[in-house]
Structures are given as structure tokens and as C-alpha cells.
């Protein structure tokens, strides 16, 4: 079983819709969640990071799930501007460890 | 922009041979990270450094080695290069704590190598 598991997608959604991913994990004693976005192409950079209570930063809802250890990212209100790919990421001792990442492509 | 930055940006090596790649770190911060972002996949850790010393390793073969110096600043090493270590290599920087957790990571926007 990999690590942090993602379904890499594609996911096509058309504009203004609202689109949930999902990532799980395998180690229990991880300590750290956050969700990045990769453009093309380009490096990743931090969307936000996860906590056990959620968290919101506009259109941007994620929530973490220590006992079934999964985290979700909630996109509402889709934009063009949101076509990513979206990187679960999960730290450990001494370690970080990133999901395949999930595509997304907000269709006009 | 994260001020992590990375050279070179591009490199075409050849197998068998060496590179050395940079990164120079956030100010404040006292982490470097690097990973190995292959085509369609998720970057796969590498290394940490943390104050000069190696802070935990993925699954990469000991011909991946690293420097982090007092400046923060920090090199990735790869010897004798192969055909499958064509990919992008990202640094990221980040603070950790003494015995505490590490936090947020920033990233440099990557060495893009390839060997022929």
C-alpha cells in the first residue's frame, strides 16, 4: 500500500461547479497535513494545511480525518484559474511525503 | 515569490556522470528538503538537512548525497547518473524547531535535468 494515495484523475468539471478530492494515508503517527498546488510545469506552492478541526480560506475547504486517515480538499465556485494538479501532502518524523497528485481541469 | 532559489535551471548530462545542484533557503529558515519529481508523478523525498546534518533519507541509492551549510544553503549530489535520474529536483526550505515539529515548505522552482 503506497504511503499517501491520491486518484490522479483527470477531473473535468465545468466552471462554477464544486469538486471534492480525497487522499489517504497509511502512517497513523503522521503529524502533518497540507494540500499543494502544481501548475505546469512549475513547482509546487502551498494552498493550505490541514488541521483536525478544518480549516476555510475562501472557496477552499479541507478537513482531516485522523481516525479513518484520510484528508479532503472541497473546491467550491470552480474557476479556470483552479486547472492543477492538486498535491496531498503528508509529514512525518523526518519525513514528507507527497501524493501523485490529482488533476483537475475546470472546463468553461 | 518563496526566495528559495535553485541552480542551475536546466541540465543535460550524460550517463555516468556527476552533478551538483544548488538551492539557497528562505532567510529565517534552517531546513532544506529536496525531491526528485519525476514525469506524472508526485515529488518523491530524497533527503532532509537540518543545521548542517542529514535529517532523514527516502529511498534513494547512496550515489545521492548532500550538503547543507551554514548559511542554510544546501547542495544535492549525484554521482555515476543514469538514464532514470532524468527528472525535475526540487529544494525546499522550511524551520524547524529544536526537537519540534517542522513547519510549512516552501519550494524553489526546480532543476530541470536530463540525461542523455
Known amino acids: 500500500r503506497k504511503e499517501v494515495e491520491q486518484d490522479p484523475g483527470p477531473f473535468n468539471v465545468p466552471e462554477g461547479a464544486t469538486v471534492a478530492f480525497n487522499c489517504t494515508y497509511s502512517n497513523s503517527a503522521s503529524q502533518s497535513f497540507f494540500w499543494y498546488r502544481q501548475d505546469c510545469r512549475k513547482e509546487p506552492k502551498l494552498l493550505m494545511s490541514v488541521y483536525s478541526s478544518g480549516n476555510e480560506d475562501g472557496r477552499f475547504t479541507a478537513q482531516l480525518n485522523r481516525a479513518s486517515q484520510y484528508i479532503s480538499l472541497l473546491i467550491r465556485d470552480s474557476k479556470l484559474s483552479d486547472s492543477a494538479t492538486y498535491l496531498c501532502v503528508v509529514g512525518g518524523y523526518q519525513k514528507v511525503t507527497f501524493g501523485i497528485g490529482t488533476k483537475l481541469q475546470v472546463i468553461p | 515569490e518563496t526566495g528559495v532559489t535553485q541552480s542551475p535551471t536546466h541540465l543535460i548530462k550524460t550517463r555516468g556522470q556527476q552533478v551538483t545542484l544548488r538551492c539557497s533557503s528562505q532567510?529565517?529558515?534552517?531546513?532544506v528538503s529536496w525531491y526528485q519529481q519525476a514525469l506524472g508523478q508526485g515529488p518523491q523525498f530524497i533527503f532532509q538537512?537540518?543545521?548542517?546534518?542529514?535529517?532523514g533519507r527516502g529511498n534513494f541509492p547512496p550515489r545521492f548525497s548532500g550538503l547543507q551549510f551554514p548559511n542554510y544553503s544546501s547542495e544535492l549530489n549525484v554521482n555515476a547518473l543514469e538514464l532514470d535520474d532524468s527528472a525535475l529536483y526540487l529544494c525546499?526550505?522550511?524551520?524547524?524547531?529544536?526537537?519540534?515539529?517542522?513547519?510549512?515548505?516552501?519550494f524553489g522552482p526546480g532543476t530541470r535535468l536530463l540525461v542523455l
Open positions: 532567510s529565517g529558515h534552517n531546513t
Open positions: 538537512y537540518y543545521r548542517e546534518e542529514e535529517n
Open positions: 525546499a526550505s522550511s524551520f524547524r524547531l529544536a526537537g519540534g515539529r517542522e513547519e510549512t515548505q516552501y
